[in-house]
T-cell receptor, first 112, second 115 residues
Framework: LAKTTQPISMDSYEGQEVNITCSHN???????ITWYQQFPSQGPRFIIQ???TKVTNEVASLFIPADRKSSTLSLPRVSLSDTAVYYC?????????????FGKGTHLIIQP | GAVVSQHPSWVICKSGTSVKIECRSL??????MFWYRQFPKQSLMLMAT?????????EQGVEKDKFLINHASLTLSTLTVTSAHPEDSSFYIC???????????FGQGTRLTVV
């Protein structure tokens, strides 16, 4: 399993764009990158997933360079409600029967 | 997306008693479900993989006789914490993966407090 490393915590302000970078140097060819968001006392919620280049949905963008050894989750114009823990996971595409391995995550705090 | 529902959301029990937590997939069938445990300010730790119609697979260090898992149907898995003690107090979360790439959906979690 590819290990992920991301900042323990980040601070930002409402209306700003927030970028959280995750490194996964040992990512394998069949692995893809997935980000989850977790609020206190709730289960994680899927945000975005990608294999390479850029993926965008209504919530966030995910940038993955050519070497795929890192990825950046971009949250546009954050609000107070985006305060949460964000987890970067490397998931094997054929591992639908496997549980996920969570790292420590990034605690994002948004201030007014 | 798919919906995974847990019940109860929170429970308080006395030390030595057993507690059952239910995990249901509401709009899809899940042959495999996963149980995680999360202590305060820590990440999720995979406890076990629940397989419909067969025995669960436990992660190293997780006592199978203490954390009983039953996956009797394609939409229901249960976790029973037997002879609970205060150190079992934690946030328990279930999950199921859906589709070819196995996107994971999580229940809302169950806060267990053993007093």
């Amino acid at each position: 399993l590819a290990k992920t490393t991301q900042p323990i915590s980040m601070d930002s302000y409402e209306g700003q764009e927030v970028n959280i970078t995750c490194s996964h140097n040992n990512i394998a060819t069949n692995d893809y990158i997935t980000w989850y968001q977790q609020f206190p006392s709730q289960g994680p919620r899927f945000i975005i997933q990608g294999y390479k280049t850029k993926v965008t949905n209504e919530v966030a963008s995910l940038f993955i360079p050519a070497d795929r050894k890192s990825s950046t989750l971009s949250l546009p114009r954050v609000s107070l409600s985006d305060t949460a823990v964000y987890y970067c996971l490397v998931v094997n595409s054929g591992g639908g029967a496997d549980g996920l391995t969570f790292g420590k995550g990034t605690h994002l705090i948004i201030q007014p | 997306g798919a919906v995974v529902s847990q019940h109860p959301s929170w429970v308080i029990c006395k030390s030595g008693t057993s507690v059952k937590i239910e995990c249901r997939s509401l709009d899809f069938q899940a042959t495999t479900m996963f149980w995680y445990r999360q202590f305060p300010k820590q990440s999720l730790m995979l406890m076990a993989t629940s397989n419909e119609g067969s025995k669960a697979t436990y992660e190293q260090g997780v006592e199978k006789d203490k954390f009983l898992i039953n996956h009797a149907s394609l939409t229901l898995s249960t976790l029973t914490v037997t002879s609970a003690h205060p150190e079992d107090s934690s946030f328990y979360i279930c999950s199921a993966r859906v589709g070819r790439e196995g996107e994971a959906f999580f229940g809302q979690g169950t806060r267990l407090t053993v007093v």
